[in-house]
């Protein structure tokens, strides 16, 4: 395979991990990212209960902009594995200001829910990869076109088109947690953006020190290709994210597509970047086991939002019907359905 890829600027390294004592100031500026980004998303929200279109761009700032430039200088203290998780902590900044904010219910599923996800992102936080392996563009090519990565491919693109199949022919609340569910898948894909973010150290440390360039990564199009890939899923994750939170309140939605995210970021990031190989058994086992916690709370949040009966009429949101007190303050974020689930369906999935 190396002999197939083309030549490109970059020294080949030959050493061996290295030892990251600064991943905490990672974890830390992607503390501050997740806090940006919920109160974006929860913006977004507040723009379609209200029905108020300026709390839009206010929401993308957060958003789009805020939240991507912390996460992005996180991934260059900490490793992708350890850096994905970190995004549990939007679960904890929505269930701790959504109540508060949208005046959304703290329903007993809803709590445990997140906290079953929050102690599965701290064990994939502490078990994940501590290394640093510097590479060369040449070296980023030949890890994302690895036996391994190719599966990776492969399989996320079955699980895309089953998302796709839900949302298009299942029930509204399957629809809605499909859209969710990509969308987090989606972003969780950051490999690229972490393979830039070394670049660019590489190119600032300069070619005086040991761990510089030798020349400079981009003149060649590789780090352009890998950026625009990164904005690209960012921007439809964002846009399935604001879909979903047109049938779905902000702690379920939010919840689903975070916990999507950090499943889809661990996994790529041991496979795809193979942080996984210089771990031991036993701490791959621990991770494989805090995923299956995160997972797990998945399972009870959708468990307790699953429509049953009349209870139907009071989880999903009708935004035709929302109302919005005196002063543009919102009362309430919930409204009942008064149509058939079939109307509701064909509402759920009208174009933005």
Request: charged share 15%; aromatic share 10%; with cysteine.
């Amino acid at each position: 395979m190396a002999s197939l890829l083309p030549h490109v600027a970059g020294r080949l390294l030959e050493s061996g991990p290295i030892k990251n004592d600064l991943w905490w100031i990672g974890v830390l500026l992607d503390a501050v990212a997740t806090l940006a980004g919920t109160g974006g998303k929860q913006l977004l929200r507040y723009a379609v209960v209200s029905k108020n279109p300026w709390y839009y761009p206010l929401g993308l700032l957060c958003t789009a902009m805020i939240d991507p430039a912390f996460d992005i200088s996180a991934y260059g203290f900490a490793a992708q594995s350890i850096i994905a998780p970190c995004a549990g902590m939007v679960v904890v900044w929505n269930v701790l200001l959504a109540p508060c904010t949208l005046n959304e219910r703290l329903t007993r599923s809803r709590l445990t829910g997140a906290l079953l996800i929050l102690v599965g992102t701290i064990c994939v936080g502490l078990y994940g990869s501590h290394d640093d392996v510097e590479r060369s563009v040449d070296e980023y090519l030949e890890l994302f076109s690895r036996p391994a990565a190719m599966v990776y491919y492969l399989l996320f693109a079955v699980w895309t088109g089953v998302c796709l199949y839900m949302w298009r022919h299942g029930s509204a609340f399957v629809s809605g947690f499909a859209m969710g569910a990509l969308g987090g898948s989606l972003a969780g894909n950051m490999f690229t953006t972490k393979a830039v973010v070394e670049m660019f150290k590489c190119v600032a440390a300069g070619s005086e020190t040991a761990e510089g360039c030798d020349t400079n990564p981009f003149f060649t199009p590789y780090p352009y290709l890998f950026f625009a890939i990164s904005m690209t899923l960012a921007t439809v994750s964002l846009y399935m994210l604001a879909v979903g939170l047109r049938s779905f309140e902000a702690l379920y939605m939010i919840t689903v597509f975070e916990g999507f995210m950090i499943i889809s970021g661990a996994i790529s990031g041991n496979v795809v970047m193979n942080e996984a190989e210089h771990q031991e058994t036993y701490e791959l086992v621990l991770y494989a086991m805090s995923i299956g916690i995160i997972l797990c709370g998945l399972f009870v949040l959708c468990r307790g939002e699953q429509p049953r009966g009349d209870d139907a009429e009071q989880r999903m949101l009708d935004r035709s019907r929302c109302r919005v007190g005196e002063g543009s303050e919102m009362t309430s974020s919930t409204c009942e359905i008064k149509q058939a689930r079939d109307d509701e369906h064909e509402r759920d999935k009208a174009p933005l």
